[in-house]
Structure formats: structure tokens, C-alpha cells
């Protein structure tokens, strides 16, 4: 097993010794609320009275507070963001950084609409 792991470049590149991992960096803190924020979705839960299925969710890195957001699985990007224009930007304003593990594509699409 050893010859394969030492063959295979890709496990080289994982666990090479020369050029380790840093360590993770922790994000600054933010001086406002409201100015940066994470975002995620969980989708597929259990559905409500009304037919919402997932939870947009919104944080707000200063003060720690969240906005959950009911929703539906079937929404795509667009409705996603017609929700946080009016949940979150319509509130608060709009942020400047936002984080999210959604993939690239997602966030660029976001910050190209707002």
C-alpha cells in the first residue's frame, strides 16, 4: 500500500513535507453590523404548512445574529438573491463581504446582481 500512496502524485502533493499547509488565517472582525455577513442554505428538510422546504440563512458576523429564511428547494440563484434584497439589503443595506460555502459561480452571481 505504501508504493502505491508514494507512486500516486496526488498523494505526493497532499502530503508533501517540503511546502506544508500554513495554518488557517481567522477573518477580521468586522467594526459594523451588518457589513460582513455569511450565508448559507439548508435545503431538504421536513415541509412547513405552507410548502417551504429549506432555510436561507443569513448571519451577521458582528453581532452574531441570524436571519432564518424560509424557502423553497426548487429556487435558484435568482430567487435567492430577490430574497436577500428584500430580507437582508432592504433591512440593513448592503454588505461588503460576504461569505458563503456556496461554490464560486454563486458568490460572483451575487455580487454581479447587487
Avoid at 477573518?27 to 448559507?40: A, E, F
Wanted: proline share 6%.
Amino acid at each position: 500500500m505504501q508504493k502505491v500512496c508514494d507512486g500516486c502524485i496526488t498523494c505526493r502533493k497532499a502530503k508533501s513535507k517540503v511546502l506544508p499547509h500554513d495554518l488557517y488565517m481567522p477573518l477580521p472582525l468586522p467594526k459594523k453590523p451588518w457589513v460582513n455577513i455569511y450565508m448559507d442554505l439548508f435545503l431538504g428538510l421536513p415541509r412547513s404548512k405552507r410548502g417551504r422546504d429549506s432555510i436561507f440563512v443569513v448571519v451577521d458576523r458582528f453581532f452574531k445574529m441570524s436571519r432564518l429564511i424560509a424557502c423553497h428547494k426548487i429556487y435558484d440563484v435568482n430567487n435567492i438573491i430577490d430574497l436577500f434584497l428584500i430580507e437582508i439589503v432592504g433591512l440593513h443595506r448592503i454588505p461588503r463581504s460576504i461569505i458563503s460555502d456556496r461554490d464560486v459561480n454563486f458568490l460572483s452571481y451575487v455580487w454581479k446582481v447587487l
